[in-house]
C-alpha cells in the first residue's frame, strides 16, 4: 500500500477506543503496518478488521498496559510479524477528576501507574529496537494538563507533567541514536476518557471539545515529519474555549 508511512511499523497502546483507535486509522491510511495493544479484545479485533479494509495490516495483543509483560509481548510481536518497530504512540491514560482531599491513595496509584507507568514501560523496551535501527519515534499522549496546572486535577496534571518531562530527557538521550521524541497535548476530546470520574456521557456529547480525529491528524503530523525533522511538543485547544 502506497503512503507517507508504508514500510513502517506503530505500535499504539490504549487502542481500542479514542484518540488510539483514531490514530490507528489515520497511520493506516497512509500505509503504517499496526501492532495494537487494550485489554479489550473484541474492540481490538474490530479495528483489525477496519485497518485491513484501509489495505493495511494489524495485529493485537491484548492486555494490561501497566503490567511489563505485556509491554514485552508487542514490541516481540511487532518484531517476530513484521521484523521492525518504528513508532510507539504511548497513548494509554486515564483521568480522576477531585481536589486534593478528595483523591484517595489508590485514585493516586491508578492515574500514576496508567499515565505514567505505562509510558515508561513501553519506550523502555520499545527504544533498544530503534537503538539498533538508528532510527525511529516515540510519541507520547500527553494534555495540556501537562502544560498548565488545573484546579480539581492536580494528581492528574502531575502525571502529565512528567511524561512531558520523560520526553524532554528521552529527547536529549535518544537524539544521537536517530530516534525522535515528542508528545501531543491535547485540551479535553470526546472520547470515553474519564467518564464516571469527572465526566458524564451527556457533558462530553454536549461540549465543544476537540474529537479524537483531531488529536490523531496531530499524531500523523508528527509521524510523517522529514528524517531530519522532529516535533518536540503539539498543543491543542479547542476554538470554543474562553478567552480568558
Given at each position: 500500500?502506497?503512503?507517507?508511512?508504508?514500510?513502517?511499523?506503530?505500535?499504539?497502546?490504549?487502542?481500542?477506543?479514542?484518540?488510539?483507535?483514531?490514530?490507528?486509522?489515520?497511520?493506516?491510511?497512509?500505509?503504517?503496518?499496526?501492532?495494537?495493544?487494550?485489554?479489550?479484545?473484541?474492540?481490538?479485533?474490530?479495528?483489525?478488521?477496519?485497518?485491513?479494509?484501509?489495505?493495511?495490516?494489524?495485529?493485537?495483543?491484548?492486555?494490561?498496559?501497566?503490567?511489563?509483560a505485556t509491554a514485552v509481548a508487542s514490541v516481540e510481536a511487532a518484531k517476530a510479524t513484521f521484523g521492525r518497530l518504528d513508532i510507539l504512540i504511548a497513548n494509554t491514560g486515564v483521568g480522576n477528576y477531585k481536589t486534593l482531599v478528595e483523591t484517595s491513595l489508590d485514585d493516586y496509584v491508578e492515574m500514576m501507574d496508567s499515565n505514567v507507568r505505562t509510558t515508561f514501560l513501553f519506550a523502555r523496551?520499545?527504544?533498544?529496537?530503534?537503538?539498533?535501527?538508528?532510527?525511529?519515534?516515540?510519541?507520547?499522549?500527553?494534555?495540556?494538563?501537562?502544560?498548565?496546572?488545573?484546579?480539581?486535577?492536580?494528581?492528574?496534571?502531575?502525571?502529565?507533567?512528567?511524561?512531558?518531562?520523560?520526553?524532554?530527557?528521552?529527547?536529549?538521550?535518544?537524539?544521537?541514536?536517530?530516534?525522535?521524541?515528542?508528545?501531543?497535548?491535547?485540551?479535553?476530546?470526546?472520547?470515553?476518557?474519564?467518564?464516571?470520574?469527572?465526566?458524564?456521557?451527556?457533558?462530553?456529547?454536549?461540549?465543544?471539545?476537540?474529537?479524537?480525529?483531531?488529536?490523531?491528524?496531530?499524531?500523523?503530523?508528527?509521524?510523517?515529519?522529514?528524517?531530519?525533522?522532529?516535533?518536540?511538543?503539539?498543543?491543542?485547544?479547542?476554538?470554543?474555549?474562553?478567552?480568558?
Amino acid at each position: 500500500m502506497a503512503g507517507k508511512l508504508a514500510g513502517k511499523v506503530a505500535l499504539i497502546t490504549g487502542a481500542s477506543a479514542g484518540i488510539g483507535q483514531a490514530s490507528a486509522r489515520a497511520l493506516a491510511r497512509e500505509g503504517a503496518k499496526l501492532v495494537l495493544t487494550a485489554r479489550r479484545q473484541d474492540r481490538l479485533d474490530q479495528l483489525i478488521q477496519e485497518v485491513r479494509a484501509l489495505g493495511s495490516d494489524a495485529i493485537a495483543v491484548s492486555g494490561d498496559a501497566r503490567d511489563e509483560a505485556t509491554a514485552v509481548a508487542s514490541v516481540e510481536a511487532a518484531k517476530a510479524t513484521f521484523g521492525r518497530l518504528d513508532i510507539l504512540i504511548a497513548n494509554t491514560g486515564v483521568g480522576n477528576y477531585k481536589t486534593l482531599v478528595e483523591t484517595s491513595l489508590d485514585d493516586y496509584v491508578e492515574m500514576m501507574d496508567s499515565n505514567v507507568r505505562t509510558t515508561f514501560l513501553f519506550a523502555r523496551h520499545a527504544a533498544p529496537v530503534m537503538i539498533e535501527q538508528k532510527e525511529g519515534l516515540l510519541l507520547f499522549i500527553s494534555s495540556m494538563a501537562g502544560v498548565y496546572g488545573f484546579p480539581g486535577e492536580a494528581v492528574y496534571c502531575a502525571t502529565k507533567f512528567a511524561q512531558v518531562g520523560f520526553a524532554q530527557g528521552l529527547d536529549k538521550e535518544l537524539r544521537p541514536h536517530g530516534i525522535k521524541v515528542g508528545t501531543i497535548n491535547p485540551g479535553g476530546v470526546k472520547t470515553e476518557f474519564a467518564l464516571g470520574k469527572g465526566r458524564t456521557e451527556d457533558s462530553v456529547a454536549q461540549s465543544a471539545m476537540l474529537e479524537a480525529e483531531d488529536v490523531a491528524e496531530a499524531v500523523l503530523f508528527a509521524a510523517t515529519r522529514p528524517k531530519h525533522a522532529r516535533i518536540i511538543q503539539v498543543q491543542m485547544r479547542t476554538m470554543a474555549e474562553a478567552l480568558c
